[in-house]
C-alpha cells in the first residue's frame, strides 16, 4: 500500500502509524498530522488550514493524491498558501463526523476525500470532496482554487472570518436541534407507528428484481436488513421478510460479493449488485455476518447460515491480526489499479482449469470473453470480467443437467483452484489499523455466529479477540479509539466505541453465559452515561466531557454505513437494563428514543437501528435464565439457537440450585421453571408464535 521511502521523508507524515497517512509521507505537500502544532503554526505564519480528509481503502483519495498531491507545482501551491493537514478518517472519526457535516451544510453533499480550508481556530470556510488537478467539468482544478482561496484569505480576510463563523454557528444549530426531545418526560416516546411507516418507506424503493433499496449506486446496509427483521417478527408480514432474504441473494451472487475469497466489497455502482467500489471493510462483514445470522434464524434457510460462515472465514483469514483482533479494511486498488486484483480475462481460467473446467466456471460465474468490467472513468472495458452468479447454483445445476451436489462439488473445486491462482497476484494493501469500533462490530458477529452456528471454534476466536481489546485498549481514564505507535499520543474513546464494544460483548456473554464479559459491558455503560450523556434532552455526544479539541460538540442518530453509536448506546442499554434490572440504564436508552422521537417520526427509514432499540422498549423484556449447570443448559441452547427471538436475553439462573431448570420471565413476571427444551419452546411460543 505505501510505496518504497525516500532517504529523507519529505514530510512529518512519517513519523505515524496509520496506513493513509503513510501513503502520502514521501508527497512534496508539507503535510502535517492534525494536533495543536498544526494549528500553533497557521497563527504564526499567518496561513489558513487545508485540511484533506480520507482513508487508505479509498479509490479516489488515491486519484487525487496521484493528481496532484504528488505532483511538485500543486504542491508547491498548496505549501505557498496554506499549512496543510492530512487525516485519516477512521483514525480521528470525530474530526471527520464535524467537517463532513460542514461540507454537507456548505455544499448539499459529501463524500471521501474530504478537502476544507479552516481558518487557524479550526473554523471551515470553504469544503468541497474531490478535486481535480486542472479544472474539468464544470470542477474547479487545484491550480486555480488554492490561489483563489489564499488570495480571499489575505485580501478578504474578515469577510472570510464571517463566513466561518457562520458556518460554525450553523453546524452548532444542526447539532442542538437534532435531538428535540426532554430527557424527563415520557410523553414523546414513539410507538410502532413509525416502525410501521419506516417499513413502508423502504417497501417503496425495495428493487424486486435484484433486492436493495434504491437505483445505483447500492449500499448493502445490514442495519435496515437488521430492523426488517424485526418488523417482521413483531407483524408477521412476509413481505418484509422477503425483501431481506432478496437483498442477501442478490448481494450473494452479485460481484460486490468476492465469489473467492468471500466477504463483501463496499458497495455496488450499478443496480444489479455487479460492478462494486472494491474496497473491502471490516464493518461491512460485521454487519452482513450479523444480517445474515438473524435472516438463517427467521427463514430457516441453510444458505444464510452459510454466507455467515463464509464471511467469517474471509475476516479471519485476511483481517485477523496475530493478537486475534481485527483489521480495518483491504484497499480497492492494486498495482496501481482499482479491482486489478479480483478480475480475470477468459482465458486465463482455461489456463488454470483447463477447458473443460474453464468453461464451466465462465458459464457459471458470467464471464464473457469481452469482459464485464468497465472503467470506471473511461468507461471502456477493460478486457477482464468480476465473478458473479447469474443464476442460482440450483438453476444453474438444472440449465448443465447435472446433479446440485455434483455441480456444488466441482464448482468448489474450481474456486479453490483460482482462489490459490490469485492468492499469488499483488495483494490489494491491507488497513493494519485495529479499531475499537468496529471491532466491537465484528466481536459481535463472531459471538453471534458462535452461538447460532453451534461453532466452539468461533466462540474461542471471540474470547480471544474480546480479551486482547480490553487489554489494549481499556485504560483507567476509558477506553482507546485507536493505538498509534510509541511516539504518537492515543486516540480516546468515542462513543461509538464504547457503545459497539459494548454490544460484542454483550453478544458473547450469550454466547458463552460467562459474567465476565457482562461485567465488562456494564462498566463500559456506566462510562458512556458519565462521560457522553446529555442530561438536559437526552441522548449521547459523540466525544466524552473532556473533548476539547474542536468547535462543535456533536450529537447525532442518523445512520451511516453504521448504526450510530446513539442507536446502538440505547440498544445496548435496554438490553443491559434487562440482565441487571438497574433501572438507570434502560431510562438513559429511553432518553435516546425520545430525544431523536421528532426525526423519527418525520423520517424513520433513515433510523433503522434506532427502530430496533425501538422495538425492544416498546415490548415488555423476555429474559431466559438458563441452568449453571453446562450440561443441563446445552439442551437448551441448542434448542433455542434456530429461533429468532430478536428481543430475548439470554443469562442463567441466580438461584445455585436451579441446576436443570430453566425460566422465563417477562418484564417483572417469572414463570414456572421448566425442565426441557420442548417445555422451553412451547412457553416462548405463547408469546413468539412459530414460523409456519
Known amino acids: 500500500m505505501t510505496k518504497a521511502r525516500n532517504a529523507q521523508p519529505r514530510n512529518e507524515l512519517a513519523r505515524e502509524t496509520s496506513p493513509y497517512l503513510l501513503q502520502h509521507a514521501d508527497n512534496p505537500v508539507h503535510w502535517l498530522p492534525w494536533g495543536d502544532r498544526a494549528f500553533a503554526l497557521a497563527r504564526e505564519q499567518d496561513k489558513p488550514v487545508l485540511l484533506s480528509i480520507g482513508y487508505s481503502a479509498c479509490h479516489w483519495c488515491h486519484v487525487m493524491a496521484h493528481e496532484s498531491f504528488e505532483d511538485e507545482a500543486t504542491a508547491a501551491l498548496l505549501n505557498e498558501h496554506f499549512v496543510c493537514v492530512k487525516v485519516d478518517r477512521e483514525e480521528r472519526p470525530d474530526v471527520d463526523d464535524l467537517y463532513m457535516t460542514v461540507c454537507q451544510l456548505?455544499?448539499?453533499?459529501?463524500?471521501?476525500?474530504?478537502?476544507?480550508?479552516?481558518?487557524?481556530?479550526?473554523?471551515?470556510?470553504?469544503?468541497?470532496?474531490?478535486?481535480?488537478?486542472?479544472?474539468?467539468?464544470?470542477?474547479?482544478?487545484?491550480?486555480?482554487?488554492?490561489?483563489r482561496l489564499g488570495e480571499a484569505w489575505r485580501t478578504q480576510r474578515q469577510a472570510v472570518l464571517d463566513a466561518a463563523e457562520r458556518t460554525t454557528a450553523a453546524v452548532a444549530d444542526l447539532a442542538a436541534a437534532s435531538s428535540?426531545?426532554?430527557?424527563?418526560?415520557?410523553?414523546?416516546?414513539?410507538?410502532d407507528e413509525v416502525s410501521a411507516q419506516a417499513a413502508r418507506?423502504?417497501?417503496?424503493?425495495?428493487?424486486?428484481?435484484?433486492?436493495?433499496?434504491g437505483d445505483a449506486p447500492k449500499f448493502p446496509s445490514p442495519h435496515v436488513l437488521l430492523f426488517l427483521l424485526r418488523e417482521h417478527a413483531r407483524t408477521g408480514n412476509p413481505a418484509l421478510l422477503d425483501m431481506v432474504l432478496r437483498t442477501l441473494r442478490g448481494m450473494r451472487r452479485g460481484g460486490v460479493y468476492d465469489q473467492l475469497g468471500y466477504g463483501l466489497h463496499r458497495y455496488s455502482t450499478d443496480e444489479r449488485w455487479l460492478l462494486p467500489h472494491f474496497e473491502k471493510m471490516l464493518y461491512d462483514q460485521a454487519l452482513l455476518t450479523l444480517a445474515a445470522l438473524e435472516a438463517f434464524q427467521a427463514s430457516g434457510e441453510e444458505e444464510f447460515a452459510a454466507l455467515a460462515r463464509e464471511v467469517i472465514s474471509y475476516v479471519r483469514r485476511d483481517l485477523t491480526s496475530p493478537e486475534g483482533t481485527f483489521h480495518t479494511a483491504e484497499d480497492a486498488d492494486s498495482e496501481g489499479e482499482e479491482g486489478r486484483f479480483y478480475v480475470w480475462a477468459r482465458a486465463q481460467l482455461d489456463d488454470i482449469l483447463g477447458p473443460e473446467d474453464g468453461a464451466l466456471a465462465a458459464r457459471v460465474f458470467g464471464v464473457e470473453p469481452g469482459g464485464n468490467f468497465q472503467d470506471e472513468a473511461t468507461r471502456r472495458s477493460t478486457g477482464t470480467n468480476i465473478l458473479h452468479l447469474p443464476l442460482p447454483l440450483a438453476d444453474l445445476a438444472r440449465r448443465e443437467n447435472m446433479p446440485l451436489p455434483v455441480l456444488a462439488s466441482r464448482m468448489e473445486s474450481i474456486r479453490t483452484r483460482l482462489l490459490a491462482t490469485r492468492q499469488e497476484r499483488v495483494r490489494p494493501g491491507l488497513d493494519s489499523k485495529v479499531l475499537t469500533d468496529m471491532n466491537g462490530?465484528?466481536?459481535?458477529?463472531?459471538?453471534?455466529?458462535?452461538?447460532?452456528?453451534?461453532?466452539?471454534?468461533?466462540?474461542?476466536?471471540?474470547?480471544?479477540?474480546?480479551?486482547?481489546?480490553?487489554?489494549?485498549?481499556?485504560?483507567?481514564?476509558?477506553?482507546?479509539?485507536?493505538?498509534?505507535?510509541?511516539?504518537?499520543?492515543?486516540?480516546?474513546?468515542?462513543?461509538d466505541d464504547y457503545a459497539f464494544l459494548a454490544w460484542g460483548l454483550l453478544e458473547l456473554?450469550?454466547?458463552s453465559l460467562n459474567s465476565l464479559w457482562l461485567e465488562h459491558a456494564r462498566s463500559l455503560a456506566g462510562i458512556i452515561r458519565e462521560r457522553f450523556e446529555d442530561r438536559e434532552q437526552g441522548g449521547f455526544w459523540l466525544t466524552p466531557v473532556d473533548h476539547r479539541e474542536l468547535p462543535v460538540r456533536r450529537k447525532d442518530a442518523y445512520d451511516g454505513a453504521t448504526p450510530s453509536g446513539n442507536s446502538v448506546a440505547a440498544w445496548v442499554l435496554l438490553r443491559l437494563s434487562v440482565l441487571s434490572g438497574e433501572p438507570h440504564l434502560r431510562e438513559s436508552g429511553i432518553g435516546v428514543l425520545r430525544a431523536y422521537a421528532g426525526q423519527?417520526?418525520?423520517?424513520?427509514?433513515?433510523?433503522?437501528?434506532?427502530?430496533?432499540?425501538?422495538?425492544?422498549?416498546?415490548?415488555?423484556?423476555?429474559?431466559?435464565?438458563?441452568?449453571?449447570?453446562?450440561?443441563?443448559?446445552?439442551?437448551?441452547?441448542?434448542?433455542?439457537?434456530?429461533?429468532?427471538?430478536?428481543?430475548?436475553?439470554?443469562?442463567?439462573?441466580?438461584?445455585?440450585?436451579?441446576?436443570?431448570?430453566?425460566?422465563v420471565c417477562r418484564d417483572t413476571t417469572c414463570l414456572a421453571p421448566v425442565r426441557t427444551p420442548g417445555d422451553l419452546l412451547r412457553v416462548l411460543s405463547d408469546r413468539h408464535p412459530p414460523r409456519d
Open 106 to 147: 456548505m455544499t448539499g453533499s459529501g463524500g471521501w476525500p474530504l478537502t476544507l480550508a479552516l481558518t487557524p481556530d479550526r473554523k471551515a470556510f470553504f469544503a468541497t470532496t474531490f478535486v481535480p488537478r486542472e479544472s474539468r467539468g464544470g470542477r474547479l482544478g487545484m491550480k486555480e482554487l488554492l490561489p
Open 180 to 191: 428535540s426531545g426532554d430527557a424527563g418526560t415520557t410523553s414523546s416516546l414513539p410507538g
Open 201 to 213: 418507506e423502504l417497501e417503496s424503493r425495495f428493487d424486486a428484481e435484484h433486492g436493495g433499496f
Open 441 to 495: 462490530l465484528m466481536l459481535a458477529a463472531l459471538a453471534r455466529g458462535a452461538r447460532v452456528l453451534n461453532d466452539p471454534d468461533l466462540l474461542r476466536a471471540a474470547e480471544t479477540a474480546a480479551a486482547a481489546l480490553l487489554r489494549s485498549r481499556l485504560r483507567e481514564s476509558g477506553l482507546l479509539h485507536c493505538l498509534r505507535g510509541d511516539d504518537a499520543e492515543p486516540v480516546p474513546g468515542l462513543l
Open 509 to 511: 456473554h450469550e454466547a
Open 600 to 663: 423519527l417520526r418525520q423520517h424513520p427509514s433513515g433510523f433503522a437501528f434506532l427502530l430496533c432499540a425501538l422495538s425492544d422498549a416498546l415490548r415488555p423484556p423476555l429474559r431466559v435464565a438458563l441452568p449453571r449447570n453446562a450440561d443441563a443448559r446445552a439442551g437448551f441452547e441448542n434448542a433455542l439457537r434456530t429461533r429468532y427471538l430478536p428481543g430475548m436475553v439470554l443469562t442463567v439462573a441466580d438461584d445455585q440450585n436451579s441446576s436443570d431448570a430453566a425460566q
